[in-house]
């Protein structure tokens, strides 16, 4: 029995430890990658906006036609555009 609950415990300990772990990760993860989380979550606003205001009308055009297609679109742009920036500055 004590032998059980010293594993319990050992897990426990060891979650917490993970937890911690996964967190200092995310958070270095986006301190290195500010700026291009920035550009694809502009870039999948402009896609929206730009889909509501001029997209297609005929739902012939591929990225256009639909709001997610042009959501995708314009944050991949936006990510590419704003890294290629930033890396570009950091260069410097």
């Not at 426990?12 to 995310?26: A, E, G, I, P, V």
Request: net charge positive.
């Amino acid at each position: 029995m004590q032998a059980v609950a010293l594993k319990v415990v050992a897990y426990l300990c060891q979650n917490q430890t993970q937890k911690k772990q996964r967190k200092l990760n995310m958070k270095k993860f986006i301190q290195t990658n500010f700026w291009q989380i920035l550009g694809s979550l502009f870039g999948g606003i402009a896609g929206y906006f730009y889909w509501r205001d001029i997209g297609c009308s005929t739902g012939t055009c591929p990225i256009t036609s639909k709001p997610l297609n042009s959501i995708i679109y314009f944050a991949v742009l936006g990510y590419l555009m704003i890294g290629t920036i930033a890396k570009a500055r950091v260069k410097r």
